[in-house]
């Protein structure tokens, strides 16, 4: 089989892995002669589907023993296989990387005769780019869960960044999903690695324990493939961040791939906004400062698919605005709508010399029109708006969004209304001005 | 220091050194003009202006004083501000330079003066187009040269270059840029600019094909058809930036 086909199946099984990040190497100490790491990351371009593409993402074989219900791969789908040579992946990688084309290299593989065998393939292919080839750039690689402890250590010094995807939110859908896969086993590398980095950690800084799995570890779920509901998703996201110190967790919002009684039927569209409000929910523990238990509630365990996590939490509660931007901590200037990290530290640097007015505030990136229901500079509020939350949430959505997310909402109107009165939100939409007079 | 603002308009060449000229008379007479022209922009007026000879020797002793005067941060805020597309950024950089005197923080703190704000709004744009560029770049193999073309808003190429002598440090490269007719050269780690320079001929290799050929299948296979949404894409890598990437050939 020639290489441009091999290219063509393998990229294709490695879609639906959605890690893309090359970040996290602040100071790259590895020996080497040819590329480097940016702390950063870097995008080398974006594919029609909008995502970005930063690494050559392969996997090593698709010709899998497993027969998970979800994925491409299964052993009883009929795909066509096939699997590249150690050399062939790291001649690749080096002729994208000296052109340009990528930051480094992604590589996961289905499980060929056995876990440990197809972890000694990802490590010959490593060491060739490493050794041979003396390549200092990024590479992610992913731990096969059940092998052995020491072929999960090799691996680890040879990449940047290392991966076990939980897939599924919970033990039972696992059991019912993926049959062949242990749940324990999952976690195992992950609690490895974490162990291994912090005993590394306790020794003087030396080149060997910075190359050590430096850009730390990341995983996905897949995102309503099984009936979990939101709250416990972002549970397990904060517990993943909390007890294993992971870098990133990535959902994806499943697409039917397998006709499957125990699966979404194949027409289904997969659940894009859903997976949007669970990034957000995620950006607001990890940049937002906000816990789990705050962005969602026991007894509204789902998102409101119509309204931002952040500013349904403003609304929840909203007596606790406005927050004065003129003497308002950090924290505070995080949990207003319209205001990010840069432009709350944009926001305590201006007004560190200059007395701050409202009008100051979109000059310093703040999205005025959403903030202006939360802020107040110096006592004074933005005059003539009602202080009203429900007319705050309608102002909140302009009428073409509402359309548009009610086309992209896969929710019913039945649970819709659990969440807001709806039809009092579609009566204040139809009046014109959001003002009292 | 009480700094008078006259109406005045002055007019130099437009290069570092004349804009350090222009920093010495200001502050020697104390005076702000309200405008300063560059020959580029100087068409487009009718009021007559100052010509400010550039003076080197005095350019050179005016940067040895602002080193010595402001802090290491300050000093490179400013060069970085000269080398920005802000339309009036010597009229603000004569303000930043007055704040800095005056205040021993940070430029980047005092966001609340309009000059410094429009000055950092367009760093963030030098910047930024920097780092797309670092991800958005592609070479080509001609003979044993890595080449590239680009065609930055701003001048982004000399930032470019450090980023690429790190990475590729045993390689020769060549980046040209053709809006500022620019031409940076990487010999082994080593960085060189040819000013007003034509692009080079550059001879491809055959080989070159087939590996673009294969970077375009592998582009086509991790493209999820289901989540298609060209404006995302769009947002992220704006048209300005395809000609030259053979990820759109």
Redesign the interface.
Known sequence: MDLSRKIEILAESAKYDVSCSSSGVTNNTRNGTVGSTASAGICHTFTSDGRCVSLLKLLFTNACIFDCHYCINRKSNAIPRATFTPREIADLTMDFYMRNYIEGLFLSSAIIKNVDYTSELLIKTLRILRYEKGFKGYIHVKAIPGADEKLIEELGFLADRMSVNVELPSRESLKLLAPDKDPFALYKPMKQITHKKKELSQFPATQQNNSFVPAGQSTQMIIGASPENDRSIVTIAENLYQKYDLKRVYYSAYIPVNQDSLLPAITTDPPLLREHRLYQADWLMRFYRFSAAEILSEDKPNFNLYLDPKANWAVQNYDQFPVDIQSASYDQLLRIPGIGPKSALNIIKARKYYQLHLTDLKKLGVVVKRAQYFVSCNGVCQSGLINDPEWVISSLISSRQYETLKKANSQSHHEQLALFDVERFETIKNKESKYAY | MHIEKTTEIWEYDGSFYGFLTIVYHAFTKKQFPEIILTPDIAVETLFLSRWIETDEPLAQKIYERLTKRLRKENTQFIIDGFYCSLREKERCLLDAIQIALESKDLL??????PSI?ALQKSLKALFGEV??F????????AGKL?Y?TISPKHFSLPYLCP??A??????MLMIYDDTHRLLGIIEEGQISFIENSDPPLSNKADSEQE?Q???R?????????????????LS??PMRYRPH?F?FQ
């Open positions: 980047s703190n005092h966001l609340g003066h704000l780092h797309l670092t991800g958005f770049i592609r070479f080509e193999f890595l590239s980023h690429f790190r990475r590729y440090p045993q390689e590996i050929a294969n970077w299948t592998f582009l086509q296979a991790v493209t999820i058809q289901e989540r298609k949404n060209e404006r995302t894409q992220h890598l990437m990820d």
